[in-house]
């Protein structure tokens, strides 16, 4: 049982360039969910989506996309990457309801020159 | 909105001693409420949360937390850290499915 995987691990991007960070669930989670982490700031809510078709923002959802077109994957795009956005993302699952848990992946550290 | 407070940053402890990590919330409804651990390049893991019931709670590798609503907080202890208990320490609120985190508590164990 793989839980939740992020790929890639390390990426290191131009300003400006496009990508796509790739999250994966075998848990058959209906909640999904998008973090950064920036030092001293904790984990933020970028986006989430509480099921396929269905998406919203989160805390700081400037300058990434997301899209929900199966229930394993959730996908998190910067169209325009900026010095700003170089950060660690986690992507996290769970069950849909109050108080359930949420299984985070291992992370993506992007860097943004 | 919610907002979760860790007032340290960093807490150093010597080994076998004992800990508490500070967590306050701030909200106007009945909120749930969760510790994560961060280890060194990991993603987080839980330790424990609280949803209703007791107010103390057990987690895993010998932590406890507990839930004071008239104080709005939520500290996490251990009786004895060990070595291995070096980790960032996230306390959490979940309102309408959604958790907010606080900034963050790093443990360092001092041999």
């Known amino acids: 049982n793989a839980g939740v995987t992020q790929t890639p691990k390390f990426q290191v991007l131009k300003t400006g360039q496009s990508m796509t960070l790739q999250c994966a669930q075998d848990?058959?989670?209906?909640?999904m969910s998008w973090y950064r982490q920036d030092p001293g700031m904790g984990l933020r809510l970028i986006h989430y989506s509480v099921g396929a078709g269905i998406t919203d923002q989160g805390e700081v959802p400037n300058g990434y996309n997301v899209s929900r077109s199966t229930t394993e994957d959730f996908p998190l795009r910067l169209l325009s990457a900026a010095p700003s956005q170089t950060s660690v993302y986690f992507c996290a699952s769970s069950y849909r309801g109050q108080g359930n848990i949420q299984y985070f992946g291992a992370g993506t550290r992007l860097s943004v020159l | 909105a919610q907002s979760v407070t860790q007032l340290d940053s960093q807490v150093p402890v010597f080994e076998e001693a004992p800990v508490e990590l500070r967590c306050n919330y701030s909200s106007s409804v009945s909120v749930y409420l969760f510790w994560y651990v961060q280890y060194p390049n990991q993603g987080l893991q839980l330790l424990l949360k609280?949803?209703?019931?007791?107010?103390l709670v057990k987690g895993i590798n010998g932590f406890e937390a507990e839930f004071n609503k008239s104080q709005t907080s939520f500290h996490l202890r251990k009786p004895s850290v060990h070595i291995s208990d070096t980790a960032e320490y996230f306390c959490a609120v979940m309102r309408n499915e959604k958790l907010t985190f606080g900034t963050g508590t790093r443990l360092t164990i001092i041999p």
């Open positions: 609280y949803l209703s019931g007791s107010t």
């Open positions: 848990m058959n989670h209906e909640y």
